[in-house]
């Protein structure tokens, strides 16, 4: 059976924090295929999560978890 690969980010402390103040494109390799994502400064997590799930058309899932730890409890999972 196939089994599903999950990673999350380091912390932060809100879903909308910010997670880049420069724009740029984040690249995301998945077997054979290769996803280009722009991310404009000012991108939120949650919206770094949307653009992931977006360009990626489900292969891989993106999603904010507040984990209740500490004071950076919000990570960003991704799954395969």
Do not use: C, R, W
């Not at 984040?26 to 999560?49: F, H, K, P, R």
């Not at 799930?53 to 209740?68: E, F, P, Q, R």
Request: aromatic share 4%; no cysteine; proline share 1%.
């Amino acid at each position: 059976l196939a089994q599903n690969h999950v990673m999350k980010t380091s912390g932060f402390a809100t879903s909308t924090s910010i997670v880049t103040g420069v724009n740029q494109t984040m690249t995301i390799a998945l077997g054979s295929n290769t996803y280009n994502i722009d991310v404009t400064a000012g991108t939120t997590l949650e919206q770094l999560a949307q653009k992931i799930n977006d360009a990626t058309s489900g292969a891989i899932s993106a999603g904010v978890l507040n984990t209740g730890t500490g004071a950076n409890p919000y990570v960003m999972t991704l799954k395969t």
